[in-house]
């Protein structure tokens, strides 16, 4: 039927049907964020064709017969209904910005709206039920209405920023404008518009960058990590298969690979920090990650506790092999091993595996790696692991023989428990650290992409606009954004893509007069400096207490109690003494839960 539109709308033009390829560049920059995609999946790269406003994610165009073209916008009730008639095919009604929320969800009355999100819309629609579902039916299709669905999500609230910079401008961002008008004047282009992806937005650059932040805040008061994991789904669960409806796979239902991975996290989470199955662990920092390869994974920075640290080969070797175990010996962790901790085949036996660096004559990785008869633990290099030669074990695979010198170290208590992939690696230099840190907040998956175009309808050429420069992060992130069906999933069933195990307040470092003030562009001008006059933070609520509390002045910013807690100190006339013990000072940090006290690090 479109094909017929498009064909009828073409030779209307006098032109010729566009042919459209769109091709992964292998040759990326980042392979971390721009690989190419693993698995064969449903996925959207958000695009800003013109190089200017970012459009919206979803446009639906209707043909009435006889008519010119309509465009229906995402808010239309019937956009999604339209574009999913197979879902629908009762009729009714899409998500309405206006829908209001049942009265059974506002007993509770402590929300701000009384609206229905479009987030809380797609929760509804994928929600398991007794009834029969045509949407958790639709296989790939289901992947796209999810893909669909959360890329209109996200378009919402990046227009939400974007039509709320008035809400978002301050007065800290004077080093923003002031690099921008010296790149205008080297330029010699006028300035153009400036937008600003707040630090709040799940996945901008300010957020990510806050969160590396976050995480060597952590690492300054807690030490480096001792520990990286990553631990991986696996869609052969029992959870995952018992649940999938009659002739369905696992990457048919991205809801319910999100559902049970969550569960299995949470209580891979209580192994690790409570029960302590790798150690006393002090802290910690999680994101979950997804890379193209259809399935979600967790990677973890783990700080021990003092007694708790690797420092021998032989605490080494308690926790964490690198070996084929014995099939008589241990039979499970045998078959667990050979079937999810096994590299590759790479190299010499398959130059076109993922791993191979660019000319494709080595691993990235360094597989196949060599025998070692006990675990060397060097400074500044990674440890090397015991991988005996005396102790033969083999598999096959791609007609391979593979022994130990193939294996990803592992835990084997965690590998039995768990049957998936789990790497356990263990973090000896300094020099890593930093690098584990950034590898671990590197952000969203991105795609840099080839567009080929041939038999285009010819355009004519249009007056080219002036040349101006623009700062827009929205744009920026957008431009090459990959969006894969388990990713949506996840996200709009609302679990988190990262976690760490203290909360950190970021604390006000500003010169005289240059703090924080937030205000609307249409606001008095007398209204702005009066709220900035009376406006406290954090750095001048101490000097505040140093003016009036001599023994203030005797406690360096390093060890200084808890700036929140300083401003009300001021207010009510306490003094350093007096209240809860608590630290801070750029980065403090305290306990998510149950703690009393903050620590905290500079």
Known sequence: MMFEVEQEFVDANNGAVPRIRLLFNTEAPDQNR????????????FVSPDGNDTPPPSRLMMHPRGMALRELEITNPFCTPMSYPLFFANGGFGWDPQGQLDETEM????????????????????????????????????????VDGFVKVEQERLEWQRQNQDTLRADSYLGLHDYLDRQSELQGVPRGKTVILASSFNGGDRYFTQAYQDAMAIVREFGTPDLFVTFTCNPAWREIVDNLKPGQAANDRPDLVAKVFKLKMNEFMDDICKKGVLGKVTAY????????????????????????????????DSLVWAEIPDPTEFPRLHEIVTR???????????????????????????YPMGYSEETVLEEAQKPRYRRRESAPHFVGRNGVRMDSKWVVPYNPYLLTKYNAHINVEVCTSIKCVKYLFKYVYKGHDKANLFVIETNAVEQQPQQQAPVVLDHDEIKNYTDARYVGAPEAAWRILKYDMQDKSHHVERLAVHLEGE?????????????????????ETTLTAWFELNRVDPEARQIVTVIFPSFTLGIRRIRSGRSVKEGMRSEGCIRSLRRSKNDTDSDCCC
């Open 34 to 45: 721009f690989n190419v995609p693993r698995v064969n999946e449903v996925a959207a790269v």
């Open 107 to 146: 007993v509770n009355e402590s929300r701000r709206r009384n609206r229905i999100s479009l987030l809380e819309y797609y929760a509804f629609l994928i929600a398991e039920r007794r009834d029969f579902s045509p949407i958790l039916h639709g296989g790939r299709l289901f992947q796209q209405f999810l």
């Open 285 to 316: 920092v999680k994101v979950v990650e997804f890379q193209k390869r259809g399935l979600p994974h967790i990677r973890m920075l783990l700080m021990l506790r003092e007694e708790d640290k690797l420092r021998t080969p032989e605490q080494v």
């Open 340 to 366: 999810h901790m096994m590299h590759g085949p790479c190299g010499n036996h398959n130059s076109r595996s993922p791993c191979m660096e660019k000319l494709k004559t080595k691993c990235a990785k360094k």
């Open 515 to 535: 703090q924080l003030v937030y205000f609307r562009e249409n606001d008095d001008d007398e209204r702005v400096i009066q709220r900035a006059q009376e406006a």
